[in-house]
C-alpha cells in the first residue's frame, strides 16, 4: 500500500492507517439493536400525525368534511390547506435556467386541487398514530376526479391535457446538446429504443421527522431522518419565518437515504408546521404505504438513441433523444432537471468521441416527483451508451472488450472536455477493465458461454464501463441561486486524557462515512482511530456543510478533517516541544505518543493531554494553548470524476425468461481508498440497487395514475436469495483536486450495475438475433424479446 | 399502517371457537398463523370487527397417518409440514411445493390450515390439495363435514366455507408409487406464483395450474399412465390443459404470456413425472 506516500509531510508513513481494512465502531452498535432512530424517539406532550393523501391522481376537491373526525377521543387537530399556508410558505423554485415551473407553487398541503395519488390534502394529529389513521378515515373527502396525465407520449401529444394549465405545455425543459445541423458524413451502425421504467430508493428507514417548538423561546428543535440538516435548517427557517439561528436540526441514525432524504417534503413540512401552531412536539413518521405514494422517485426515461462508428471501428458519434417524465412539481429545494440533464450529457463520456448530439425534454405528468436517487440519470446514460457499444462490437464482430479498449479516451488526452461538454480529470478505464476482465475470468467465461449454448443454456456476459460525477463543487448549485453549498467543515479537539473528538458537517445514513472521517483524523494525529470519537448530525454544533449527496462525505469532508488534524497536529507538536525543550521539527506522533523522528517514544499524548489541560502553571505565563482545530474545505474543480468497470454473468432461461445472476464484480477508481472494507459494502450496495432497477423495481401505474406497486407484494426489491457474489477491486487514481486525494464512491455501483446486467441479458439473447427493450428486464420483458425473434424467424 | 379498531378473543376450547363463531359468524374473522390477515389489517384492506384467535387450540397442530390417509390439523406450520418425516413418506407434492411457500420468517408462523382458508388464488398450498384429492374438513357447533378440496375453493379469496364453520384440518389419501412434480415461475425465490402447476400421478393424472386464475382447480386432462411417457401425448395433455385455462392479466404478464408460461411449466412437470 502506498497510500499514505503521498501525503503531505507531517504525515505518519509508516503507521498511517489510511487504506487498511478497518471495522467500524457503528457497525457494532447497529447488530446490537442499539441504534436510535427517529421513530425510537419520544418527547413529552408529543403528537403523532397522519395524512389524508388524495386518492386520485388528478382532481378538483369539492368539499371536505372534517367534523366527524373532529369528534373522535384523542385527536387533537386537524389541518387543511387554509390553516397552514398562513404558517408555512409555499415551496416555491428557485429560478432554473429553461426550466418552467407552474405560477402557483407547490403547498405544503394540497389547496383545492390535487395533483398526484398520494398528496397530502389534510394532516391529523392525535395522540397516538392508530387515533390520527382512524380519524384520516373518517374525513368526508369528496373529489371530481379529472383524466390524469399519466401516459408520457399522450402528455407531449398535440391537445393533450395539462398538468399545469398556466405555463400551456407539459414539457417543463427541453434541451438540446452538440450539432443541431445534421452532420451527414456517417450512418448509425446501431440504434436501440429503450424505456426505463420508475423506481424509488426504499430506504429500511422510512422518512420521518420530530418537531418541537416551544412558545416561550420561540425556537424550534427538528429530529429528522435526513441527509442534509443545515439545508433543512435554512428552508424551515425561510419557510416558517423563525430566525435560522433559532432553529436547531439533530440527525439521529438515519437507515439508508440515497437521495430519497435530501429534499424538503411537503408532508414533513406540514407536520412540522403544525408544531409551530400547538407549541407542542409532533411525531410524523411516513408508513411503507405512504413512502411509496410520496417519496421521491427516479428515472421514468423512454430514450431513442444511436452510435456512429468509422470503417476502422472507432465510435465517432452518439445520438440520442430522450423522453423524461417528472412527475407533478420538480423536487424541492434542487429542481428534477439532474436526472434528465445527466441521463444525456454523460452519454459516450469514457470514449473518445467526437460528437455526442443530444435533445432531451422533461415533462410534467400526475405522478410522485422525480427526485435525486443515487446515480441521478448517469445510469441511463450509462446503460444506453453500453448497450449500444455492445451492439456496434457485435455488428463488426468483435469482442466487446476489444472493442472498448480501443475506444477509450487516448492516454495521452487527459484532462479533457467530453463530446457533451464535461471537464474529465483522468479515467482509468483501460486499467480497471484490464483487473476485471482477470478478476471475472473473463476468457474462460467467453469459452464456457460457447459450450453451454451446444446443450441449450444460455449464458451472457456483460461489460460496462462508467464514470460518476462524485464531489461537485460550488459552479453545481451556486450559479443557479440554490442554497445547497458545496463546502463541509470540520473541528477536532484534544481532549483531556489524549484522545480526540471531531465534529464534523458531513453526516452517515449507515454508510460508514463517520468510520472514514475518524480513520483519516486517526492516521494524520497518529493514532487509533477507536480514539477518534466523531461528532456529526447537528446544526447546533457542526460546520455548515452539504451533508451526504452526490457521493461527497469522505472526498470534501475527509479533506476538510485531514486538514483540520493536520493543524491540530502542529498544535501538539509545539506543546510536547515546549515541554522537551526541543524544535516541534524534531517529533512526531506515532502510535499514540510523541516520538522523536527516529522513532523513540518521548511523551505519550495521555501525559501531554494532562499538561496541557491542568498544568498550565508549568508553561510560560501568556502560553497560547490551541487544543481545537478547524477546517474548512471547497473543491475548486467542478466535481471529482470516480470511474471504474463492472462485470455481470447471467443465465437466462429461454422458455421462461427468467434471468440467473451467477457472479458480479466491480473494478473501481474512488482515487485514494480510506478504508476498502467501507468502499466495498458501498459499492455492493449500490450494485444491489443497480441490479434492482435493471430486473425487479418498478413504481408501476395504471393510465389513470394509480400506483399498482405500493406494497412489498408488489413492488420487487432484490432479495438476498438472488443475489450473486459481488467481487470488488480498485484503481486508484487520486483526483488533484484534494491533498487527500479520495473521489466519491457512493453511487458508483448503481451507475454501472443496470448497464453490466442488461448488457449480459443482451449477450445471452444474441444468438437469437434479439434483444431486451426495458428495464426491468422481467420475465415478461425477456420472453417479449424472444418472441419477437420467433416471429421474425416463422416470417423469413 | 395501523388497523382498525377491532375486537379480540382468544379460543379457550374448540367448543368456545365453535360457539363464537355461531354467535358472531360474519362479524369474526379467524386468525391463525396471521402471515396473510394482519398485513391486510395493517394496511386497512381487511377490517374484522372481532378476531379469533385459535392459535392456542393445541390439538390442531398435529400431523398424522393412519391406514389410508394422512391428517395435517388446521394450525400446523408450514415448518412442520416441510420437516415431517410422514410427509416425506407420503405426500412428495407438498415436499416439493413447501420450500416455494414464502421464505423461512414466514413458514415459521404460517399455517396450513390458514393458507387454505384464505384461498389466495397464487398460493402453493391450495393448489397441491386440490391436485392430491385432499379432503377439507370444516367444522361447527352442530358437527363436522368433509369437502373435497377441488370442491372447497369458488372463488377469488373465496370457499364453500360457512361463516360458522372452522377449517381443522386437510386429510390426505395416501397413494403408494404416485409420482408428484411441482414448478412454478416467481419473479424472485419465495414470491406468489405467476404461474404455477402441481401434478400428481397415480392411477390417473391430476394437474393443478395456479397463479393466474381466480381459484386452484382441476385441468380437464384425465389420463393413464401409459400415455405419459412418449412426448406426442404429453403434449396432447399440455394444451388440453393450456386451452382450459382462462389467465387474468396483472401487473407480471398478459394472458397469452401465462399460457406459455404454463405451458412450460407443464413440460417440466410431465417430463419429471415420466422421469
Known amino acids: ?796 | 399502517m395501523k388497523p382498525a379498531p377491532f375486537d379480540y378473543i382468544r379460543a379457550s376450547s374448540m367448543d368456545h371457537a365453535l360457539a363464537t363463531l355461531s354467535t358472531l359468524r360474519e362479524d369474526v374473522t379467524v386468525l391463525a398463523g396471521g402471515q396473510s390477515l394482519l398485513p391486510t389489517m395493517n394496511l386497512r384492506l381487511s377490517r374484522p370487527g372481532c378476531i379469533l384467535d385459535i392459535s392456542g387450540l393445541a390439538s390442531l397442530r398435529s400431523i398424522s397417518e393412519s391406514s389410508h390417509s394422512i391428517h395435517i390439523g388446521a394450525l400446523a406450520r408450514h415448518i412442520d409440514v416441510l420437516e415431517s418425516a410422514v410427509i416425506h413418506a407420503h405426500v412428495p407434492l407438498l415436499r416439493q411445493a413447501m420450500p416455494n411457500v414464502a421464505h423461512a420468517a414466514v413458514r415459521n408462523r404460517g399455517t396450513f390450515g390458514g393458507s387454505i382458508a384464505n384461498a389466495d388464488p397464487a398460493a402453493e398450498i391450495p393448489a397441491c390439495c386440490v391436485a392430491l384429492g385432499a379432503t377439507v374438513i370444516l367444522k361447527n357447533a352442530e358437527g363436522e363435514r368433509h369437502v373435497p378440496a377441488e370442491e372447497y375453493f369458488v372463488g377469488l379469496y373465496e370457499s364453500v366455507r360457512q361463516p360458522d364453520e372452522l377449517l381443522v384440518g386437510v386429510d390426505i389419501p395416501k397413494r403408494p408409487g404416485q409420482r408428484t412434480a411441482f414448478h412454478e415461475l416467481a419473479l424472485r425465490r419465495g414470491d406468489f406464483a405467476v404461474v404455477g402447476v402441481a401434478a400428481m400421478f397415480s392411477t390417473a393424472l391430476r394437474i393443478v395450474i395456479f397463479g393466474c386464475e381466480p381459484f386452484p382447480k382441476l385441468s380437464p386432462v384425465g389420463t393413464h399412465a401409459t400415455s405419459l411417457a412418449d412426448e406426442e401425448s404429453r403434449t396432447r395433455i399440455i394444451e388440453q390443459a393450456v386451452v382450459a385455462m382462462d389467465p387474468l392479466a396483472n401487473l407480471h404478464g398478459d394472458a397469452d404470456m401465462k399460457r406459455e408460461w404454463a405451458r412450460v411449466l407443464l413440460r417440466r412437470c410431465l417430463a419429471d413425472i415420466a422421469g
Open chain 1, 1 to 796: 500500500m502506498t497510500l499514505s506516500k503521498s501525503l503531505p509531510t507531517g504525515d505518519n508513513e509508516t503507521t498511517g492507517i489510511i487504506g487498511r481494512r478497518l471495522p467500524r465502531e457503528t457497525a457494532r452498535r447497529h447488530v446490537r439493536g442499539a441504534g436510535r432512530f427517529v421513530d425510537d424517539m419520544s418527547l413529552p406532550r408529543m403528537l403523532h400525525a397522519a395524512f389524508l393523501r388524495s386518492p386520485v391522481a388528478r382532481g378538483t376537491i369539492s368539499s371536505i368534511d372534517l367534523e366527524p373526525a373532529r369528534q373522535l377521543p384523542g385527536v387533537v387537530g386537524i389541518f387543511i390547506h387554509s390553516d397552514l399556508a398562513k404558517i408555512c410558505a409555499p415551496m416555491d423554485m428557485p429560478q432554473s435556467p429553461g426550466f418552467r415551473f407552474p405560477d402557483e407553487p407547490q403547498h405544503v398541503l394540497a389547496g383545492d386541487r390535487v395533483f398526484w395519488q398520494g398528496q397530502a390534502i389534510a394532516i391529523v394529529v392525535a395522540q397516538s398514530r392508530a387515533v390520527a389513521e382512524d380519524a384520516v378515515e373518517a374525513i368526508g373527502l369528496h373529489i371530481d376526479q379529472h383524466h390524469a396525465i399519466a401516459n408520457p407520449e399522450e402528455a407531449i401529444a398535440a391537445g393533450a391535457e395539462l398538468v399545469h394549465p398556466d405555463i400551456a405545455t407539459n414539457i417543463a425543459m427541453t434541451l438540446q446538446l452538440g450539432p443541431q445541423e445534421p452532420s451527414g458524413r456517417s450512418n448509425p451502425m446501431a440504434s436501440i429504443q429503450f424505456t426505463f421504467a420508475r423506481h424509488s430508493a426504499i430506504p429500511l428507514e422510512t422518512r420521518g421527522v420530530i418537531a418541537s417548538y416551544e412558545g416561550g423561546t420561540g425556537g424550534l428543535t427538528i429530529w429528522q431522518s435526513h441527509q442534509m440538516p443545515h439545508q433543512q435548517r435554512d428552508i424551515i427557517s425561510r419557510l416558517l419565518g423563525i430566525p435560522e439561528h433559532k432553529v436547531r436540526i439533530v440527525c439521529p441514525d438515519v437507515g439508508g437515504a440515497f437521495g430519497v432524504k435530501l429534499q424538503s417534503y411537503p408532508d414533513e413540512l406540514a407536520a412540522i408546521a403544525v408544531s409551530k401552531v400547538l407549541e407542542q412536539p409532533v411525531k410524523y413518521v411516513a408508513d411503507r404505504f405512504e413512502s411509496f405514494t410520496s417519496d421521491t422517485h427516479a428515472r421514468d426515461h423512454r430514450m431513442s438513441a444511436n452510435i456512429v462508428v468509422n470503417p476502422g471501428g472507432w465510435v465517432e458519434a452518439f445520438e440520442a433523444d430522450n423522453l423524461v417524465a417528472l412527475g407533478a412539481y420538480a423536487g424541492y429545494p434542487r429542481g428534477s432537471a439532474g436526472e434528465g440533464v445527466q441521463s444525456v450529457n454523460m452519454i459516450g463520456l469514457p470514449y473518445g468521441i467526437e460528437r455526442l448530439k443530444a435533445r432531451l425534454r422533461l415533462i410534467y405528468q400526475n405522478k410522485v416527483p422525480v427526485g435525486a436517487i443515487r446515480g441521478v440519470g448517469q445510469p441511463v446514460a450509462t446503460t444506453i451508451t453500453e448497450l449500444l457499444i455492445d451492439k456496434a462490437a457485435r455488428a463488426i464482430g468483435e469482442d466487446p472488450v476489444t472493442f472498448r479498449q480501443r475506444n477509450y479516451h487516448a492516454e495521452d488526452s487527459y484532462p479533457l472536455t467530453s463530446a457533451g461538454g464535461l471537464p474529465v480529470e483522468r479515467l482509468s478505464s483501460r486499467e480497471c477493465l484490464a483487473k476485471l476482465c482477470s478478476l471475472m475470468d473473463y476468457d474462460r467465461l467467453r469459452a464456457e458461454q460457447t459450450t453451454l449454448r451446444t446443450q441449450n443454456k444460455y449464458r451472457g456476459i456483460g461489460v460496462a464501463t462508467f464514470a460518476e460525477i462524485t464531489a461537485p463543487g460550488p459552479q453545481y448549485y451556486g450559479p443557479l441561486g440554490i442554497r445547497v453549498t458545496s463546502q463541509d467543515g470540520a473541528t477536532i479537539r484534544f481532549e483531556s486524557s489524549g484522545t480526540f473528538t471531531c465534529v464534523v458537517a458531513a453526516t452517515d445514513q449507515g454508510q460508514g462515512t463517520e468510520a472514514g472521517l475518524a480513520q483519516i483524523a486517526a492516521h494524520v494525529l497518529g493514532v487509533s482511530s477507536s480514539d477518534v470519537a466523531i461528532v456529526a448530525g447537528d446544526t447546533a454544533v457542526t460546520h455548515y456543510g452539504g451533508g451526504a449527496w452526490a457521493s461527497r462525505g469522505i472526498a470534501i469532508c475527509g479533506e476538510a478533517t485531514r486538514q483540520a488534524a493536520s493543524k491540530l497536529r502542529d498544535s501538539i507538536l509545539r506543546h510536547a516541544a515546549m515541554l522537551l525543550q526541543t524544535s516541534p521539527d524534531e517529533l512526531t506522533i506515532a502510535a499514540g505518543a510523541v516520538c522523536e523522528t527516529t522513532g523513540k517514544q518521548r511523551l505519550s499524548l495521555k501525559e501531554l493531554a494532562h499538561h496541557a489541560h491542568f498544568r498550565h502553571d508549568i508553561f510560560p505565563p501568556g502560553y497560547a494553548f490551541e487544543l481545537t482545530a478547524s477546517a474548512q474545505f471547497t473543491p475548486s474543480m467542478a466535481y471529482f470524476m470516480a470511474n471504474g468497470v463492472q462485470g455481470s454473468h447471467v443465465e437466462v432461461d429461454i422458455e421462461t425468461g427468467i434471468v440467473t445472476l451467477l457472479g458480479h464484480w466491480v473494478v473501481e477508481d474512488c482515487g485514494t481508498v480510506i478504508n476498502p472494507m467501507l468502499v466495498d459494502e458501498q459499492i455492493r450496495g449500490g450494485v444491489l440497487h443497480g441490479i434492482g432497477a435493471a430486473l425487479y423495481e418498478d413504481c408501476a401505474y395504471d393510465d389513470n395514475g394509480q400506483m399498482l406497486a405500493a406494497t412489498f407484494a408488489d413492488y420487487m426489491l432484490p432479495m438476498a436469495s438472488e443475489m450473486p457474489d459481488i467481487h470488488v477491486g480498485h484503481v486508484e487514481t487520486k483526483t488533484g483536486g484534494s491533498t487527500l486525494g479520495a473521489k466519491g464512491a457512493g453511487e458508483a455501483g448503481a451507475v454501472g450495475a443496470p448497464a453490466a446486467v442488461l448488457c449480459a441479458i443482451n449477450d445471452a439473447l444474441s444468438v437469437f438475433g434479439t434483444e431486451i427493450d426495458a428495464q426491468p428486464a422481467t420475465p415478461a420483458v425477456v420472453m417479449r424479446a424472444l418472441l419477437r425473434a420467433r416471429c421474425r424467424t416463422r416470417s423469413t
